[in-house]
């Protein structure tokens, strides 16, 4: 008998393996936001995916669904989905016309087996819900630090003025009202705008499926918050406008309104949840516990990503029109569902595990490291995510030590099976011992920032794009800079121009410093026996570069740097931890000599480059290039190219062998170099046909000729961009260029290691030039003429702004409030009582 059930039981155990590894799961468009999670985390219930796509492309397919079921065929699309063992629709990207058929169709058709249909919701079905407002909780002041043993108490002043004076302060602030939060529980009091009515619609339609008789569906409803995480979605008009540093981001009104949010992953997890639990109840809301206001959502984006500039408030009636704006202005707070709330817990083979390896590394309470990730994660790793701490809670899966030590990997086929699960025992109800919830962004957007950021660059496969240009000083490198910077939308950092950036602000350390170092130049300078210093330190130069570096937008997106480093010591200072000693100190009396190993030297990845271009350019070039900026004297250039020819070699083994840069050189000169070997052709033309030999070029003119010519900067630009594709595709949302990539990559392949100068290179630095006049001749044509409209429209402009601005502007900010259902009949309505009333005022008026 014990035998026969130890057998009894072992088989019922693989019959429930066998169940769940056929439950067949059915998801709408998985090629969509919030699907593609889905079916990530549904992996580890279910390896037998099906499901239908919006989009014609298979790379946007996750790779753990099986089937694509085609909706050409409606009577075997209704087939295959009412065969499924679970449905799961997201009505964010749903066809709501195939939604209420496949409701319809279940509503009428006899179900043999067991079905769960889960429809993704949005708590925009709940916007006008009646809800009450409480005061917002204030944050208690830190108490005063305790003296320390052994002193004498201060004596303490008497607390009565400032107990009076902050009674007088709290009453003269009016109370911060926020909304009541809302539980999954109150579903039935909830109250959709227009927009969203056909969303409860068919929510109500679903949840009526549980009625059916024969109780085979079971239906359930998961109401999101707003979608964020895993690339954007609701917010992408958002991140897509700080990561490209637009000028766009506003806040409406004040911004205490109250945005109710979840990440992307929170919500899958919520979705499989409902499968490993099956609750009572219909209706769950997934939401984080970031609580987060309009105001800290933009001001935290704003923040991230190093804008230049603080998002300004605008008006509602200004911002009616705008993109997010219905999001944005949304004011409600709610709960996270009980299936949420059940803390996570690490299983306790893991915990065994790592108690056992601390203890064999002699630290007892302490875990072991986690392995880094594979696959699609390790860039996850490489950005430092880190899940998000508890934020209020106390024993939840955040705050536990052991939740959420490393980034969790993407679910798939491999990441399922890797994955320890805690198998619940069948004989315990499983509302008495639900699995914990562990949660991915439990804190908030805000608190998660970082993480979110640094999601959003992966999934949008926006690579930060960082170059280094090297070269001497009148090299030409700082057009090069600004070149690049504009053609792939990033910072353009050139030393000279920061320095002179840092010098003008007032009241700072780094500009002190630097004025201190211009007059010690200068003065060295005037005397004729002094022997320097001539330029500025490597040590100042690399802080101007670090504080740059740490004020510009250019954390996400990249930056180009140029004219920095001139000196080994620069380099030095700014890419290594610690400036090395000599080897071998010059002995007394001897040629001081460079004595740096480079091999010995421990150097940072903070600022590594991904290309260096290496700009070659003559003496005199870079001298004649010197004096027409102006700006340097001629001790302080000496100086700086003779220190440049001494360190450049091993500048250059600093980026290629030490930080893994890939090396690009160009010539600064090729105008005077076309004209050399033009003169060489000519040569070597007359030598054959036994004539006179054509008089040598100048080379003082052929100076003058590579100093004032930029004709070089374009094919440079193009053998970099190259260069970059092949390291890594830049996507960046850059716009589409084809002609003029496929022009400059076929410049790029004319040379080996650098452009050959070709004969008709001034030729085409002239039509550049003859263009370049075209151009400024017919925008100054066309700004004339928009002069030309802007006046004679100006009497229709002040006629539109008194008669009829005022009055279209109080209907459209009554129509956001009221929302009718027929929007075109209430704005008529509208204008026709507002001019009645406004010819009324006009009669009363006058007589």
């Known amino acids: 008998f014990f035998v026969l059930s130890v057998v009894s039981l072992c088989f019922f155990k693989q019959t429930l393996q066998y169940n769940a590894s056929t439950m067949r799961i059915f998801v709408n468009n998985v090629d969509g936001y919030l699907a593609g999670a889905i079916c990530a985390d549904l992996t580890k219930i279910s390896k037998n995916l099906v499901g239908t796509r919006k989009l014609i492309r298979d790379e946007l397919v996750p790779p753990m669904v099986k089937r694509i079921v085609p909706r050409v065929d409606v009577r075997r699309f209704l087939k295959a989905v009412t065969s499924c063992n679970v449905i ?3 009505m964010h990207d749903a066809d709501f016309e195939e939604l209420e058929l496949v409701v319809r169709m279940l509503q009428m058709s006899e179900i043999s087996h067991d079905l ?77 705008a227009p927009k969203f009515q056909e969303w409860k619609d068919i929510e109500t339609q679903v949840l009526a499926l549980k009625e059916k008789p024969g109780g085979a569906i079971r239906p359930y409803v998961v109401c999101a918050g707003v979608p964020y995480g895993n690339g954007e979605d609701a917010f992408l008009g958002l991140f897509k406008s700080a990561w490209q540093s637009r000028p766009s981001l506003r806040i409406i009104g004040e911004g205490k309104n109250f945005i109710p949010m979840v990440h992307a992953r929170d919500v899958a997890r919520v979705t499989r949840h409902l499968l490993e639990v099956s609750p009572s109840l219909d209706y769950h809301i997934a939401v984080d516990r970031g609580e987060v206001t309009q105001k800290q959502l933009i001001q935290a984006v704003a923040q991230q990503f190093n804008l230049p500039y603080d998002p300004a408030p605008v008006t509602v009636a200004e911002a009616i029109l705008a993109e997010l704006a219905d999001i944005l202005t949304m004011n409600l707070r709610f709960e996270p569902c009980d299936l949420m709330e059940v803390p996570w817990e690490a299983p306790k083979a893991v915990a065994a595990v790592e108690t056992e390896v601390a203890a064999e590394d002699g630290k007892e309470g302490t875990k072991e490291e986690p392995k880094p990730p594979e696959g699609r994660d390790a860039s996850h790793a490489a950005a430092g995510l880190q899940p998000p701490e508890a934020k209020k809670r106390p024993g939840s899966a955040t705050s536990a030590a052991s939740a959420e030590k490393a980034p969790e990997k993407p679910p798939s086929a491999a990441g399922a099976a890797a994955e320890v699960e805690v198998i619940e025992d069948p004989g315990v109800p499983l509302e008495v011992a639900p699995p914990g919830f562990r949660w991915w962004c439990e804190a908030g957007l805000v608190e998660n920032m970082q993480k979110v950021a640094a999601e959003f660059s992966l999934w949008r496969r926006l690579v930060p794009v960082k170059l280094s240009i090297v070269g001497p000083k009148g090299s030409g490198s700082s057009q090069l800079c600004h070149r690049l910077a504009e053609t792939y939308n990033v910072p353009a950092l050139v030393v000279e121009e920061l320095i002179e950036d840092f010098a003008g602000r007032e009241n700072s350390p780094l500009a002190l410093q630097i004025k201190e ?42 930056w180009v740097i140029s004219g920095f480093p001139n000196t080994l010591e620069e380099a030095l200072a700014f890419y290594s931890d610690a400036p090395p000693t000599p080897a071998d100190p010059p002995k007394k009396g001897a040629k001081e000599a460079e004595a740096v190993n480079l091999d010995d030297v421990k150097f940072k990845d903070n600022w590594k480059p991904d290309v260096m271009v290496f700009v070659n350019s003559a003496r005199e070039v870079c001298q004649a290039r010197s004096e027409s900026s102006g700006d340097m004297i001629e001790k302080e250039f000496q100086s700086g190219m003779d220190q440049w020819l001494k360190d450049s070699e091993q500048i250059q083994e600093i980026f290629t062998k030490h930080l893994g840069a890939v ?31 054509p008089v040598a070029p100048d080379e003082k003119d052929l100076v003058v000729l590579a100093s004032s010519s930029w004709s070089w900067v374009e094919p440079c630009v193009a053998e970099l961009g190259h260069a970059l594709q092949e390291l890594h595709p830049v996507f960046n949302f850059l716009p589409p260029n084809d002609a003029l990539a496929s022009q400059q990559a076929s410049k790029a392949e004319s040379g080996e290691g650098g452009y050959e100068a070709q004969p008709e290179a001034t030729n085409d630095a002239q039509k550049d030039e003859e263009k370049l006049r075209q151009e400024a001749k017919v925008e100054q044509v066309r700004k004339e003429e928009l002069a030309r409209l802007e006046k004679h429209s100006e009497p229709l402009r002040l006629y539109l702004m008194k008669f009829v601005v005022p009055a279209l502007t109080g209907a459209l900010v009554e129509l956001c409030h009221e929302q009718p259902e027929d929007p075109v009949g209430y704005l008529a309505e509208y204008l026709s009582l507002y001019s009645e009333v406004s010819r009324e005022r006009e009669t009363s008026t006058g007589s």
């Open 88 to 90: 799961v629709y997201d």
């Open 116 to 192: 769960t249909f889960i429809l993704i919701s949005s708590v925009g079905v709940w916007s006008r819900t009646s809800r009450s407002y409480e005061e917002l909780p204030k944050e208690e002041p830190s108490s005063a630090p305790e003296p320390p043993a052994g002193d004498e108490a201060a004596p303490q002043e008497p607390e009565a003025d400032t107990e009076a004076a902050g009674a007088e302060e709290a009453a003269e602030e009016p109370a911060v009202l926020r909304p009541v939060a809302l539980k999954s529980q109150d579903y039935v009091k909830r109250l959709p």
């Open 663 to 693: 090396e690009v050189k160009v010539s600064s000169d090729q105008a005077a170099e076309a004209e050399r070997e033009k003169h060489q052709a000519e040569l070597k033309a007359a030598e054959e046909e036994e004539r006179e030999l």
């Open 517 to 558: 170092q211009r007059e010690l130049i200068a003065a060295n300078a005037a005397n004729p026996k002094s022997q320097g210093p001539f330029t500025m330190s490597g040590q100042l130069v690399s802080k101007v570069l670090e504080e740059a570096l740490a004020e510009k937008s250019g954390t996400h997106r990249g």
